[in-house]
């Protein structure tokens, strides 16, 4: 056996897989530092709109409200209830993000007067027929998703990391997501979202950014397409209220019928 090509192959597998765990710390480092950055807001509150096209570009309009508490060592709790049309107002969504189990989700129905659970294998269905499923509503933990560092690139002048996320819950409706951050703010762009037998199913962007309390980053346009489908859905964010002094009975999901 020739001793040095030997020792040169260990030598290399072992600066191969030292870059492959880099990337990995790299990764998770990088997607810490968002979420740090994004810690301590309390509660926020903002008027949205919700535009529904189909293939052939035909748009359905709803009117929403979102408010959204900051929980300390777990996920956020956030509400969602429809206003316009008269068809879906009073629907509403309850999301109590966890960090280490899975969300709960609750589902009010007004049409039938009830409550209904949803499932963490349910996660994965449409939100009120739009393209956001119900796993993409409500904070994103990190602790749920295995990351890597794939690249940084610069898209339109702008320095980004781009990073690949694996979704640790097996109820996932996705295989991986890969994500684009600008470097500057650490703030998410994009997000290609990969289905169970890896092919790309939807492309999520987020534009229009604006800064509230001089450090809290929100976008003001979400844009999520599905490129199986061909239909999309636009929420726009206005008149983001922070410092409201919710608490958190205002996210029970036993007031769920009540909310207005």
Not at 198 to 210: F, I, P, V
């Amino acid at each position: 056996m020739n001793h040095r090509f030997f020792f040169a192959a260990v030598a290399l597998a072992g600066a191969m897989a030292a870059h492959a765990q880099s990337a990995e710390d790299k990764g998770l480092a990088i997607a810490q530092e968002a979420e740090q950055r994004g810690e301590g807001y309390g509660d926020s509150q903002a008027t949205m709109t919700m535009v529904l096209r189909n293939r052939n570009g035909d748009e359905a309009i709803r009117s929403l409200r979102s408010q959204t508490l900051e929980v300390a060592d777990d996920g956020d709790k956030s509400l969602i209830v429809f206003d316009e049309p008269r068809d879906v107002a009073g629907t509403a969504l309850l999301t109590h993000a966890h960090s280490d189990s899975d969300d709960d989700r609750w589902l009010y129905l007004p049409a039938l007067r009830r409550v209904k659970r949803i499932a963490s294998s349910g996660q994965t269905g449409a939100f009120m027929g739009s393209e956001f499923a119900y796993e993409d509503l409500g904070s994103q933990e990190i602790e749920k998703y295995r990351f890597k560092w794939l690249r940084d690139e610069t898209v339109d002048g702008v320095d980004m990391h781009v990073l690949e996320r694996i979704p640790k819950d097996e109820n996932s409706g996705y295989s991986r997501q890969v994500v684009w951050m600008d470097q500057a703010e650490l703030r998410l762009q994009k997000v290609v979202f990969y289905d169970r037998k890896g092919e790309h199913l939807k492309t999520l962007t987020a534009t229009g950014y604006a800064q509230f309390l001089d450090r809290y980053w929100r976008p003001l346009r979400l844009d999520m397409v599905n490129h199986v489908t061909g239909k999309s859905t636009t929420l726009t964010f206005e008149d983001y209220v922070f410092d409201n002094g919710f608490l958190d009975r205002d996210f029970d999901e036993n007031s769920l019928a009540n909310v207005r």
